[in-house]
């Protein structure tokens, strides 16, 4: 009945002599449509969701930077204020992360038309520097930090935040295209 030992059936000896299937037969392959919908689960594949949470810090870490590089040129390596200008560079980086965020400027169709969001872009901005001057002057300290320095960053700030939503604007496009974002 059964040339097969159940005690030996995995044995060295039987897996060296088993043949396999034949070669004419592709048991494991797929069919043509299988392929093309396996294709798009792909893993290299990005959320809307996740794109737009990365492009939060990237913009978080490209404003405090910009802040600290304008700081260092014009006031010096904390020589005035050696821990006031960054806690005031980083808050008010968050707090334009944060506007942004409540403008609905971080939806993929906000990134992808950036020509169209330019003015609520610039207000956001300018919304974060009113808030910050307010701040300073409500706690009396106006006076003490640079409007030279605050005027540049302003300029650098925004110019560095408009040149990113332009080039996220060509790379959402080309993943859309491509089909590596949902």
Request: aromatic share 14%; charged share 20%.
């Amino acid at each position: 009945m059964n040339e097969i030992d159940p005690a030996r059936r995995f044995s060295i000896d039987a897996v060296r002599k088993f043949d396999g299937p034949a070669s004419g037969d592709n048991l494991g392959g797929m069919n043509d449509v299988a392929r093309q919908v396996a294709s798009q689960y792909r893993r290299d594949t990005m959320s809307p969701i996740m794109v737009s949470g990365v492009l939060r810090m990237v913009e978080f870490a490209l404003l405090f930077l910009s802040g600290l590089c304008v700081y260092f040129y014009y006031v010096g390596f904390f020589s005035h204020l050696a821990w006031q200008y960054p806690l005031t560079i980083a808050a008010a980086s968050f707090l334009a992360v944060v506007l942004l965020d409540v403008t609905d400027c971080y939806q993929v169709v906000s990134l992808m038309r950036p020509l169209a969001n330019f003015g609520r872009l610039l207000l956001v901005w300018a919304g974060t520097f009113a808030l910050m001057a307010l701040t300073a002057f409500a706690m009396k300290m106006s006076e003490d930090y640079s409007r030279l320095f605050f005027g540049t960053w302003f300029v650098v700030g925004f110019m560095l935040i408009f040149g990113l939503r332009l080039l996220m604007s060509k790379l959402i496009r080309r993943w859309a295209r491509d089909g590596r974002m949902e």
